[in-house]
């Protein structure tokens, strides 16, 4: 099924924008392909540059936050497919998009959003990589003070988890509860509450258990004041100058994976509704159930999020399948049954129209 709201790369217009009002100088010469025409190109032929962009800007006013707190540390930044900072290398790997405008458009055309698309996303992002980043420039994890707090930075990453909402144990800075992942990603969420600028964290965080975990960060920054790190390798990890994948390969995969991801959320929040054993003789089909309110919990969802009809109905049918395939059925009585449905089909709705992708289901 096609994800609802979303363009399929084969049928992407072929035509070349319309030109501009006033046209400027073109720093690359594919600024002005179609969207089709720039999804042929590999990653190397891009030619892109931090140089003279504003994640360059971007980058110094991170360079100039580590520095007012006394930290000689400068992570060095390179392009690449995604977000990250590998473990033991002090720098930061961003996406390849957001070096130029033409780029942003298309990912957000492809994808519905852009990760750290605006100048306050892209410095608190580069804040929580940055303390990836100075975790390995100086090997902080391995001070026992690190673990005490955070835990062992050994732990297995998982590849989902289930955060507590209301747990106050973990500061909040990306969104979704990511403190909680992984004690790596609890330190790099921590350091970057406590590198903010004019942050208010002493009084947002007092009454707070994770008040503590910023303590620690302050008493590690204090210690590396000044010093230089002992780890200053300058290696690139997938910098897209080597990559020959071209733009189309890298999201049909993104896309793909994306798909899988909300699939593994419908199937968590099916489980939660209906029962994978049947509970008692002559209990309904889950399907069955879906299917025979199909047309009422879609127009209730589509009304209620201002979507297109037919998104939601193409969401409805990718549970029905699901239940049937997993033979799902109803436990509990049919009422609730339907009104948890509509709960779980205004999810996932909401999840797709806006280009969510959680990382875990909730």
């Given at each position: 099924?096609?994800?609802?709201?979303?363009?399929?790369?084969?049928?992407?217009?072929?035509?070349?924008r319309?030109?501009?009002?006033?046209?400027?100088?073109?720093?690359?010469?594919?600024?002005?392909?179609?969207?089709?025409?720039?999804?042929?190109?590999?990653?190397?032929?891009?030619g892109?540059?931090?140089?003279?962009?504003?994640?360059?800007?971007?980058?110094?006013?991170?360079?100039?936050?580590?520095?007012?707190?006394?930290?000689?540390?400068?992570?060095?930044?390179?392009?690449?497919?995604?977000w990250?900072?590998?473990?033991?290398?002090?720098?930061?790997?961003?996406?390849?998009?957001?070096?130029?405008?033409?780029?942003?458009?298309?990912?957000?055309?492809?994808?519905?959003?852009?990760?750290g698309?605006?100048?306050?996303?892209?410095?608190?992002?580069?804040?929580?990589?940055?303390?990836?980043?100075?975790?390995?420039?100086?090997?902080?994890?391995?001070?026992?003070g690190?673990?005490?707090?955070?835990?062992?930075?050994?732990?297995?990453?998982?590849?989902?988890?289930?955060?507590?909402p209301?747990?106050?144990?973990?500061v909040?800075?990306?969104?979704?509860?990511?403190?909680?992942?992984?004690?790596t990603?609890?330190f790099?969420?921590?350091f970057?509450?406590?590198?903010?600028?004019?942050?208010?964290?002493?009084?947002?965080?007092?009454?707070?258990?994770?008040?503590?975990?910023?303590?620690?960060?302050?008493?590690?920054?204090t210690?590396?004041?000044?010093?230089?790190?002992?780890?200053?390798?300058r290696?690139?990890?997938e910098?897209?100058?080597?990559?020959?994948?071209?733009?189309?390969?890298?999201?049909?995969?993104?896309?793909a994976h994306?798909?899988q991801?909300?699939?593994?959320?419908?199937d968590?929040?099916?489980?939660?509704?209906?029962?994978?054993?049947?509970?008692?003789?002559?209990?309904?089909?889950?399907?069955?159930?879906?299917?025979?309110?199909?047309?009422?919990?879609?127009?209730?969802?589509?009304?209620?999020?201002?979507?297109?009809?037919?998104s939601?109905?193409?969401?409805?049918r990718?549970?029905?399948?699901?239940?049937?395939?997993?033979?799902?059925?109803?436990?509990?009585?049919?009422?609730?049954a339907?009104?948890?449905?509509?709960?779980?089909?205004?999810?996932?709705?909401?999840?797709?129209?806006?280009?969510?992708?959680?990382?875990?289901?909730?």
């Amino acid at each position: 099924m096609p994800k609802p709201g979303l363009h399929s790369l084969d049928s992407l217009d072929a035509r070349a924008r319309p030109p501009a009002r006033k046209r400027r100088a073109l720093r690359y010469p594919w600024e002005s392909l179609s969207d089709g025409q720039l999804l042929s190109l590999r990653f190397r032929d891009l030619g892109l540059r931090i140089a003279g962009t504003e994640l360059e800007r971007a980058i110094e006013r991170l360079y100039a936050e580590l520095a007012t707190r006394g930290i000689r540390f400068r992570p060095h930044c390179w392009l690449s497919q995604e977000w990250f900072s590998p473990d033991g290398i002090p720098g930061i790997a961003i996406p390849f998009y957001l070096a130029h405008p033409r780029l942003i458009r298309l990912e957000r055309r492809l994808m519905r959003e852009v990760e750290g698309g605006n100048r306050n996303w892209l410095m608190r992002i580069l804040r929580h990589e940055a303390g990836h980043a100075i975790d390995s420039a100086y090997r902080i994890r391995r001070r026992r003070g690190w673990r005490e707090v955070f835990g062992p930075a050994s732990l297995p990453y998982p590849d989902t988890y289930r955060p507590r909402p209301g747990s106050r144990r973990f500061v909040q800075h990306l969104g979704a509860w990511y403190a909680q992942a992984h004690p790596t990603e609890d330190f790099a969420e921590t350091f970057a509450v406590w590198l903010k600028p004019k942050s208010d964290w002493r009084k947002s965080y007092a009454e707070w258990p994770a008040f503590n975990k910023l303590n620690v960060v302050e008493e590690l920054m204090t210690s590396v004041r000044g010093q230089r790190p002992p780890v200053r390798n300058r290696l690139k990890i997938e910098p897209i100058e080597h990559n020959t994948r071209t733009l189309a390969q890298h999201y049909r995969r993104k896309l793909a994976h994306n798909r899988q991801i909300r699939l593994g959320l419908a199937d968590e929040l099916l489980r939660r509704i209906f029962s994978a054993e049947r509970p008692r003789k002559g209990a309904v089909r889950a399907a069955s159930l879906l299917r025979s309110h199909k047309t009422p919990l879609i127009a209730a969802v589509a009304r209620e999020l201002s979507m297109e009809r037919y998104s939601v109905q193409q969401i409805l049918r990718m549970l029905i399948e699901r239940c049937a395939t997993q033979k799902l059925y109803v436990r509990g009585g049919r009422r609730d049954a339907v009104a948890h449905s509509r709960w779980m089909l205004g999810r996932l709705a909401s999840l797709y129209s806006q280009g969510e992708t959680p990382l875990l289901p909730l």
